[in-house]
């Protein structure tokens, strides 16, 4: 199966090269999963008589009765008749007709197959595939014919989709199922119902009929599946069992001393259950890797503060970490201010930080004298040295990076505990098929007495109404943001487009009646955050933006979010910026600014913006538009990159695949039993092959 692909005839060194650098495939192995796209079905041969416009693609057997040349330079085409017992039907060529002249000979007997079209009411094929009659071919293939995907550059070598079936299938008749060998116990097949594994290659190739494809699909979907949760299962098993991990035996005064006196409101029942949930955890004595997902403004900050207590209250230090310089800011800003009765040092540590300043803090975390440490990825830079670090917290986990929170682990001997935070809910399906290896809390409530955002969809040309309406509300008292896409850091035309919105907002909204904030990725981090702060105090009536506001950002008072060419944003970022509003006691609004030109997916994206605010509903939604490869937070994951099988399609099977593996690994972890040896034997055989690793 290792064996490169020029050792099959009809691969030259050429071709293997290109199949090596267009499709991917290197091995035997890898032919063998380049999937069919389709299959055309030439089993039957059928009556000229019996076609009607009822059937697509049809296979005939006769002999040719005629054939000539018809008209002029662009409309010239050969026409040729076939003829068997029950009629004539015509194929013509507007191509290739040379070569279609010279291959066929009238009195010869052919067997045509393509698509069917009538004409004055009589059978035609144009451009058929057309084979030289034999009683073999005569009597229809004994499989349906696959039709592989290839590229442009095959093509003009000539491996063209059929020609790459043509070398697959001189693979799988050489091969037996020796080399191929069952890699799934029996019971799970018999339990799912799984057909063998060397008949399922071969059938998904060339498949007797429609159901045997079927049927091979499924079980090479199911194989998929159950490979990537063993891996991800297995990795957690391993975590959970054999990690060392550090203890937070107690939970002390500075936890109680916070949770009685400065708590500022009471915990939503998700939050004291998500805190439970840490507080296990961090107390068994293995390492915790845990995904908190909650809403937006679900108050995911409070359990990361009171879990850092929890670390301090038995000593060890914390850092929390998140994705932008404002964001850090404004978590410092609420937990300084937060624990500004008790006995711990808070600092701030971010890529602006001035060497002054930084000294004293790196010396702070070596000694131990600083007990929470919150940052941007500054916080994980080699010269940050902890002396004894025990928690980490991850917010908005999307934006870092596999490799940066692999940084995390080395910062201390024995790991610290991680929470990773996440505001763009993961479907379920999503969260365990990427995430499995983590283990996952969900804050699925609000704290009370949030108003409902109300969003409305509004084309361009209202945006006059749509300034008139902020009018009033600042009127009020409120503020409100006005977001630009800003889809590349770099891209000219996006910043060009942001100034122009600028411009225009100023002229609705003249100095000095009105202030504007303008917050974009080129500023310095000190223009943004002085930008920021000034809306932030509310010395600004509007704050002006890209994305770089997106996260986190909290401003009670604002109450309404415009967004711009809201067709160019994804459904999870639109969620992200909806949740900068409702963030106080007042009413908010979302307004979504279209052009009148729309896709079906804009649409469908806007439909659910204003039918919910429900983070996980339109998680799911994304998935379905989007498919789990673009969604937020997986897209480097190999996790999802399944030749078969879709976690959206065949959720179910996702969900048995899953099943079978936790029970496999339950009761027998080390494979040990006799009916696991093909599966122990299989998994040895892929060492060093997978591409599953640590994700946090
Ligand atoms: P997110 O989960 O989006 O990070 P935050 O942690 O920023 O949300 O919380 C959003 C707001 O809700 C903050 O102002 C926070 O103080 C407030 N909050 C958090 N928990 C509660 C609660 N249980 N009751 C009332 N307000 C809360
Ligand atoms: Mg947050």
């Known amino acids: ?83 068997d017992n029950t009629g004539i039907i015509e194929l013509v060529w507007f191509q290739g007709i040379t070569w279609a002249e010279k291959l066929l000979e009238v009195g010869h007997q052919y067997v045509v197959f393509g ?182 403004g679900s108050g995911k900050t409070m359990v990361a503060l009171l879990s850092m207590l929890i670390a301090a209250d038995n000593g060890f230090q914390s850092v929390l970490m998140a994705p932008t310089e404002i964001l850090a800011q404004q978590h410092y800003n609420t937990i300084a201010e937060q624990l500004k009765n008790l006995p711990v040092n808070v600092q701030l540590l971010t890529g602006s930080t001035k060497a002054k300043q930084r000294k004293p803090i790196l010396e702070g975390c070596e000694e131990g004298t600083i007990q929470i440490l919150i940052g941007t990825h500054a916080v994980i830079e080699d010269n940050v040295n902890f002396k004894n670090l025990g928690f980490a917290v991850v917010d908005e986990q999307h934006k870092f990076g596999v490799a940066q929170r692999a940084k995390l682990w080395k910062k201390s001997i024995i790991p610290p505990h991680i929470l990773v935070m996440t505001a763009t809910p993961i479907p379920r399906t999503l969260a365990l098929t990427v995430y499995g290896d983590l283990d996952y809390s969900a804050i699925d409530e609000l704290p009370p007495g949030r108003k409902p955002i109300s969003t409305f969809h509004r084309f361009e040309n209202s945006r006059p109404q749509v300034m008139d309406f902020i009018k009033k509300e600042i009127a009020l008292g409120r503020q409100a943001y006005i977001i630009y896409p800003l889809i590349e850091e770099s891209s000219k035309l996006d910043y060009e487009n942001l100034m122009k919105g600028y411009e225009e907002v100023k002229s609705f909204f003249p100095e000095p009646k009105y202030w504007i904030s303008m917050v974009h990725g080129k500023q310095t981090p000190e223009q943004k955050e002085s930008n920021m702060q000034k809306f932030s105090s509310g010395d600004t009536n509007i704050l002006v933006g890209t994305t770089v506001i997106e996260v986190g950002v909290n401003v009670p008072n604002a109450s309404v979010m415009v967004i711009e060419s809201t067709e160019k944003f994804g459904l999870s970022q639109l969620h992200q910026l909806r949740g900068r509003v409702g963030r106080g006691a007042e009413k908010s609004y979302c307004i979504l600014l279209t052009s009148h030109k729309l896709s079906h997916d804009a649409r469908e994206r806007i439909k659910i913006m204003e039918e919910t605010n429900d983070g996980f509903k339109i998680a799911e939604k994304d998935l379905e538009l989007r498919g789990p490869g673009e969604m937020e937070g997986t897209r480097q994951s190999g996790a999802l990159q399944f030749k078969l099988a879709s976690i959206v399609d065949d959720k179910p099977m996702l969900e048995a695949a899953r099943n079978a593996v936790s029970k496999i690994l339950d009761e027998d972890y080390d494979l040990t039993a006799e009916e696991n040896q093909p599966l122990k034997a299989f998994l040895q055989s892929q060492k060093g092959k997978t591409k599953w690793s640590k994700i946090s």
């Open 1 to 83: 199966m290792s064996s490169p692909v020029e050792y099959l005839t009809g691969v030259s060194a050429i071709r293997g090269d290109l199949l090596r650098k267009e499709l991917n495939i290197f091995t035997f192995k890898d032919l063998l999963e380049h999937y069919p796209l389709r299959h055309v079905d030439k089993t039957k041969i059928d009556t000229i008589a019996s076609l009607s416009t009822a059937i697509d693609y049809a296979q005939v057997a006769g002999k040719l009765i005629g054939m000539q040349m018809l008209g002029e330079k662009r409309s010239k085409r050969l026409v040729a008749h076939l003829q």
């Open 115 to 296: 698509k069917v079209s009538f004409f004055m009411n009589k059978p035609q094929i144009a451009h058929p595939e057309i084979e030289t009659y034999s009683p073999q071919n005569a009597m229809g293939k004994s499989y349906l014919e696959p039709i592989y995907p290839s590229t442009e550059k095959l093509k003009a070598r000539g491996l063209n989709g059929k020609a790459i079936g043509k070398i697959t299938k001189d693979l799988i008749l050489r091969l037996s199922e020796k080399d191929l060998p069952e890699n799934l116990p029996i019971s799970i097949l018999e339990d799912y119902k799984l057909m063998k594994r060397f008949y399922a290659f071969q059938q998904i190739h060339l498949p007797a009929n429609e159901k045997n494809y079927q049927q091979a699909l499924r079980r090479l979907k199911f194989e998929e599946f159950f490979f990537a949760q063993f891996a991800i299962q297995s990795v957690k098993i391993s975590r959970n069992q054999f990690s060392r991990g550090l203890s937070f035996e107690k939970v002390g005064d500075l936890f109680n001393q916070f949770y009685e006196k400065d708590l500022p409101f009471e915990l939503t029942n998700a939050q004291k259950r998500v805190l439970k949930e840490i507080r296990k955890d961090t107390a068994s004595g293995h390492q915790m890797n845990r995904l908190l997902q909650g809403d937006v």
